[in-house]
T-cell receptor, first 116, second 112 residues
Framework: GAVVSQHPSRVICKSGTSVKIECRSL??????MFWYRQFPKQSLMLMAT?????????EQGVEKDKFLINHASLTLSTLTVTSAHPEDSSFYIC????????????FGPGTRLTVT | GIQVEQSPPDLILQEGANSTLRCNFS?????LQWFHQNPWGQLINLFY???GTKQNGRLSATTVATERYSLLYISSSQTTDSGVYFC??????????????FGQGTRLTINP
């Protein structure tokens, strides 16, 4: 149990275009989902927290108009990178928390974004 | 915010050796997780261990919450254990979002 999927696993896009990444909890309902970014040989940095049915909470320094997050259901959150630039190239990982009494988070396999 | 420090940053061992990875944190936590990031980037949950001791096969972990550290033990290492091991913690926020803060990781290399 506790499986999180992401789609696509890898995407290449041109500068100025937008890219949408989906994060799904496959066998549990996720009241809260999180989006992280990881640069090569670095740790994960939290970008935003997404709660079902409400606006996402962004970390300091993360542009909310550039990284649009929608958590429309208890099993799906999407991250849209708008007007992508080469510096947005990175590994994006989502996680989900089922809620209740456990704070354990489960992570998706990640999406590698390359902006040319 | 809470600080998370992992040591050592790099560890190179021969197959069959044992290893201990350490995670220090600067504040009280209500979540502590250990992960193994495989070469494809997938984070694999190893332990959810805000306190106490757990074991799973060749791996075990201990968190001493009062002293603000956790240890991950790997016994009889195999080449497939290679990768980056992350410790991540969360502490209650005003919004109760339970955000995970990651350490910088320990890169483990197991040579045959």
């Amino acid at each position: 149990g506790a499986v999180v999927s992401q789609h696509p696993s890898r995407v290449i896009c041109k500068s100025g275009t937008s890219v949408k990444i989906e994060c799904r909890s496959l066998d549990f309902q996720a009241t809260t989902m999180f989006w992280y970014r990881q640069f090569p040989k670095q740790s994960l940095m939290l970008m935003a927290t997404s709660n079902e049915g409400s606006k996402a909470t962004y970390e300091q320094g993360v542009e909310k108009d550039k990284f649009l997050i929608n958590h429309a259901s208890l099993t799906l959150s999407t991250l849209t990178v708008t007007s992508a630039h080469p510096e947005d190239s990175s590994f994006y990982i989502c996680s989900a928390r089922a809620g209740g009494g456990s704070y354990e988070q489960y992570f998706g396999p990640g999406t590698r974004l390359t902006v040319t | 915010g809470i600080q998370v420090e992992q040591s050592p940053p790099d560890l190179i061992l021969q197959e069959g050796a044992n290893s201990t990875l350490r995670c220090n944190f600067s504040d009280s936590v209500n979540n502590l997780q250990w992960f193994h990031q495989n070469p494809w980037g997938q984070l694999i949950n190893l332990f959810y261990i805000p306190s106490g001791t757990k074991q799973n096969g060749r791996l075990s972990a201990t968190t001493v919450a009062t002293e603000r550290y956790s240890l991950l033990y790997i016994s009889s290492s195999q080449t497939t254990d290679s990768g980056v091991y992350f410790c991540a913690v969360s502490t209650p926020t005003l919004q109760g979002a339970q955000k995970l803060v990651f350490g910088q990781g320990t890169r483990l290399t197991i040579n045959p």
